[in-house]
């Protein structure tokens, strides 16, 4: 379970499959850093919070959030800034796999549509005005994607606090605890640690990442 602006719950339908794609694509993307240590050489995903963990943490955090986020029987985690950026992360990476989508032109144009027919299944289709329809699948234009996917992504999360971490840190405690309180931030929301697993715990992650993905990855 996730707690979500529409409540607790656990995606289902289209928008659990949307998800899992994105966790299955990112985590290939993680795998690929870890296992060429280069966690302390590239910082792709431009959300400080999540940059700065080793390979193994995220790892782990993509695991814990998957199964929050696709899981009826898991409890609903803290909503603290490492899990709402790892939430971030999948959608940020999405996006750019769906950019990456529509400049490509490699393949028939048939089979490099993965992305657009995700999104499409994971809208509520039947809710929008006839004067407004959603774009056909066949449309490059890459903010007509985008707004569905930030629409999606804002039925998840809350807002984007995970992102001014920065703001925070450079500024006087006294400050910092005031700017939080005015926007109804927990105090302890930029604190929180993430798990470190140890080698034990992180095959577990990884065996969690390969039955929410469906696939049967060895390590």
Do not use: H
Request: glycine share 6%.
């Amino acid at each position: 379970m996730w707690k979500t602006p529409e409540g607790e719950r656990t995606l289902k339908g289209g928008e659990a499959a949307f998800v899992i794609e994105a966790i299955s694509s990112l985590w290939d993307e993680l795998e690929g850093q870890f296992a060429y240590d280069e966690d302390d050489d590239c910082t792709p995903w431009n959300i400080p919070i999540f940059d700065r963990l080793g390979g193994g943490q995220k790892i782990a955090l993509l695991a814990s959030v998957g199964r929050a986020l696709l899981r009826e029987d898991v409890t609903s985690p803290e909503l603290n800034a490492i899990n709402e950026a790892t939430v971030g992360v999948i959608f940020d990476y999405a996006k750019a796999l769906l950019q990456f989508e529509l400049d490509s032109d490699e393949g028939e144009e048939e089979d490099r549509r993965t992305w657009r027919r995700l999104l499409l299944g994971a809208s509520e289709l039947g809710t929008w005005p006839a004067d407004d329809p959603p774009p056909a699948e066949s449309c490059d234009e890459f903010w007509e994607w985008e707004s569905l996917l930030d629409g999606l992504a804002d039925k998840i999360l809350w807002d984007d606090d995970w992102r001014a971490e920065e703001v925070f840190v450079d500024s006087p405690p006294r400050v910092a605890n005031a700017i939080k309180e005015s926007m109804g931030i927990n105090p302890n929301y930029y604190t929180d640690i993430a798990p470190d697993p140890n080698d034990s715990e992180l095959q577990d992650a990884r065996k969690t990442l390969n039955e929410l993905t469906g696939r049967s990855r060895k390590f």
